[in-house]
């Protein structure tokens, strides 16, 4: 949906595009695969925190809003990995959080959120 729906306006918005895309990808496998979830979400840490030979790892590309420019000889799945990996880490469960400790149904506020979002960017095209 985000692909086909919301655009990015320029090279450092594009994580942000494809971090919504995931983020509604784990919500699905969260509600039809639980168990799986977890699973996940190990891969996406574990491939952040994995070393080269010289000990750097993907947290030492840069920030998400490089974007593509996070693949590099030293990163070549740089900004897939960071993209994915951090960027659905990097707003939506934080959210989530502030909701469920106002004792307010953790999804709702932010789903309506991203629809929005998704309304606005198709009445621009």
């Not at 840490?45 to 030979?53: E, F, K, M, P, V």
């Given at each position: 949906m985000w692909g086909d729906r919301v655009m990015w306006a320029g090279p450092?918005?594009?994580?942000?595009?494809?971090?919504?895309?995931?983020?509604?990808?784990?919500q699905a496998l969260a509600k039809n695969h639980p168990s799986d979830l977890r699973i996940a979400?190990?891969?996406?840490?574990?491939?952040?925190?994995?070393?080269?030979?010289?000990?750097?790892?993907?947290?030492?590309?840069?920030?998400?809003?490089l974007g593509f420019r996070l693949s590099s000889t030293k990163f070549p799945s740089g900004y897939e990995e960071v993209a994915y990996g951090r960027g659905h880490l990097a707003h939506p469960h934080a959210a989530r959080d502030a909701a469920r400790s106002r004792r307010q149904d953790p999804d709702a506020r932010f789903n309506a959120t991203l629809k929005q979002l998704s309304a606005i960017s198709m009445e621009k095209q």
């Open positions: 450092r918005d594009a994580w942000l595009v494809e971090a919504l895309a995931n983020y509604s990808a784990l979400l190990d891969y996406y840490l574990a491939s952040l925190l994995r070393t080269d030979q010289k000990g750097k790892s993907l947290t030492d590309a840069g920030p998400v809003t």
